[in-house]
Each structure stands twice: as structure tokens, then as C-alpha cells.
């Protein structure tokens, strides 16, 4: 497994997409701008996140069709689409196609559970079957396997003119070994592995009951434990992948101005990272910001960190454009390389 003393193997990072209602367009070119510079400044992915009845991405799918069109070389993920909102059959056509358009780049990423705020929603969204969808497990392995080319119908053949098959088209061929799974407990990183995908880590985690990792409270040590759970259920079993999103801001050549607003931001997020908040017990994951070398040293000392070699950096959400630019750029010419990183031709 990756220690210290080894290097990053892939950088990644990760925007929410945000935009103006008045103005939704600029928001989305400018999360395209930032994924051609993430592809200029040499980063080996860009993932984009899923927001609905929210000013963020509704459609990362879409986007990232287009952001295929404009690089050649970076891959583009999804981190994640929560499969409630999703009809499998479709969004595996839809998966596939950008796939093919990409040249086989796309990473999708996905979770499972009850969409969010679903008794006010689901009217609209499963009007007819609300109360008889399935958000468990059984979806994911739906659109694993139209992903992987199972068969979607018992028919195929001529009529008339027309060719059916029965599997969904296109098939991507690969595409199947590039589904990640967002997982945040012990039973998610599990199941991810039994099932042959790749693990998604963020900046949230499950802090287990009494007997399930101890009972800790410490991220660290939880996402730790979720990791090895997940490689010691998948056939590569070490070999197994793992991409780490926390929250990292560094601020070599940040402005004065910067600094300050990056400083408040963490600041006010730190309260929820002391204990486990909610009914759902999530722990929270402090941001990491200063210097590259100042930020390369806390994560060496973090215990999951040293277990996977790749990562996809989360973005601020409410930041502004520039920003990004700056962070990125940081991340790319600075952190990287502190962490034994080298940039993609």
C-alpha cells in the first residue's frame, strides 16, 4: 500500500459547478474554463458534482459532454450522481454515449438512498410509483450491469427496417471499470468492493456505531478503516483504487485579500468537524489551508491519505472564479509536487 515516502500517482479535483439565476449561462462556462485549465495545468481528472433544485450542476452528465469537445487528455468524473433522481437503463445510455464522445475518459461516480428532501419532491420526480421505488443497493447494480453489457430486454432482432439489440447502446467497452462508488461507511465501501468498482472518498464520513471501527470519532482513522474494507471485499484487492477528496486551499500565491476570505471560509466550517453531526452521525473533515508544504505535511500525517495515491482536491463551493484559478494553479505547480506528483504531457 502507499506510504509517506511514495508518490502521488494521480490529481485530480472536484467543482460544484455554481451559478447565477439571472444569468446561468456564465456559471457553466466558467466550470468548463476551469476544467480546460485544469487540463492546461497538466491535472489528470476533473469531477463535477450533482446538485438538484439548486443553483449548482443539475446535469453533470450533460457538461460533461461538452467539456469532453474542449480537452483531449484530462478525464472527467462525476462525484456523484445520486441514482435516486435516475432511471438506470437511461442514464447508463447517457454514461455510455459521453464515454465514446470523450475517447474513454469519463469517470462516473454514483450513491444510493432516498433522493434528498424526497417527501416534498417525490410527486414531481416518481409521481405514479413513490412509494415503490427502490433507492437501495438493487439500483446501482441495474446500472452496473447495462454499464457492463447485460442484457436490458429478452428481445432482439428485425422489424422492418429497424435493428433492436439487447443491451444498451453504445457499449462502451471499459466504461465498467471506470464506476466509482461514493461511499462514507464501512457497509457502502463494502459493497463497492464485492461489486468491482472504484472507491470515491471525501470529506464526510460515517462515524460508525460502537463495534464498527471501534466506535472512533477520529476521520482519519474511520475513512482509514473504509478503505481497507473496501479493498479486502475487491478482487484487485491492494491494487484496488481509491481517490481521497478533502477540502485543500493552498495559498502560495494568494493575495492578502484571499488569504483572509479562504482563512474565514475554514473558519467557519471547522465547529462541525469536532463531532459527529446528526441522526446520520456524519463527521465532517477539517479544510486544509496554508502554504503547499504546510498542507503537503497534514496530509503525510493523515492515516488514509497514505493508503491511496490518487486524489481529487474539492473546491470551495462560494468562491469566486479567480479563485479558482489560483487554487488550482497552486495545487498544480505547488502541492503536487510537494507530494510527489508530476504533471501530465
Known amino acids: 500500500m502507499p506510504q509517506t515516502s ?24 466558467s466550470t468548463l474554463d476551469i476544467i480546460e485549465l485544469g487540463e492546461r495545468l497538466g491535472f489528470d481528472s476533473a469531477w463535477v458534482r450533482h446538485r438538484h433544485l439548486q443553483y449548482g450542476i443539475s446535469s453533470p452528465v450533460a457538461v460533461l459532454a461538452a467539456a469532453s469537445q474542449r480537452t483531449r487528455r484530462i478525464e472527467l468524473g462525476t462525484a456523484v450522481i445520486p441514482l435516486g433522481w435516475e432511471n438506470p437503463l437511461r442514464l447508463a445510455e447517457d454514461l455510455a454515449t459521453v464515454d465514446i464522445l470523450s475517447g474513454g475518459r469519463l469517470n462516473p461516480g454514483i450513491s444510493v438512498g432516498p433522493p434528498m428532501h424526497y417527501d416534498r419532491v417525490k410527486g414531481a420526480l416518481h409521481p405514479d410509483t413513490a412509494d415503490f421505488e427502490d433507492f437501495g443497493y438493487a439500483r446501482a447494480r441495474r446500472l452496473l450491469d447495462f454499464v457492463r453489457g447485460e442484457p436490458a430486454t429478452d428481445f432482439s432482432g428485425v422489424e422492418g427496417f429497424e435493428v433492436f439489440v439487447d443491451r444498451v447502446q453504445p457499449h462502451s467497452a471499459g466504461l465498467g471499470r471506470r464506476m466509482w462508488y461514493g461511499g462514507g461507511s464501512l457497509r457502502s465501501a463494502r459493497w ?154
Open 6 to 29: 511514495e508518490p502521488l500517482r494521480k490529481l485530480g479535483f472536484l467543482t460544484i459547478g455554481l451559478f447565477d439565476e439571472a444569468d446561468p449561462r456564465r456559471g457553466h462556462e
Open 192 to 345: 463497492a468492493g464485492e461489486h468491482g468498482m472504484n472507491l470515491l472518498t471525501s470529506s464526510v464520513v460515517k462515524a460508525e456505531e460502537a463495534g464498527e471501527a471501534g466506535g472512533s470519532q477520529d476521520f482519519a482513522e474511520i475513512q482509514l478503516s473504509h478503505i481497507r474494507a473496501f479493498r479486502a471485499n475487491h478482487p484487485d484487492g491492494d491494487r484496488a483504487r481509491v481517490s481521497q477528496g478533502l477540502v485543500v486551499i493552498p495559498t502560495d500565491s494568494a493575495s492578502p485579500e484571499q488569504r483572509a476570505k479562504y482563512e474565514a471560509y475554514a473558519q467557519k466550517r471547522t465547529p462541525r468537524t469536532a463531532t459527529p453531526q446528526g441522526p446520520a452521525r456524519l463527521l465532517f473533515a477539517p479544510d486544509l489551508v496554508g502554504t503547499s508544504d504546510e498542507i503537503a505535511e497534514r496530509l503525510y500525517a493523515h492515516a488514509a491519505f497514505r493508503e491511496a495515491d490518487e486524489v481529487a482536491f474539492a473546491l470551495p463551493f462560494t468562491f469566486e472564479h479567480e479563485d479558482y484559478v489560483q487554487i488550482l494553479t497552486d495545487i498544480a505547480t505547488k502541492l503536487g509536487p510537494a507530494l510527489g506528483w508530476r504533471a501530465s504531457g
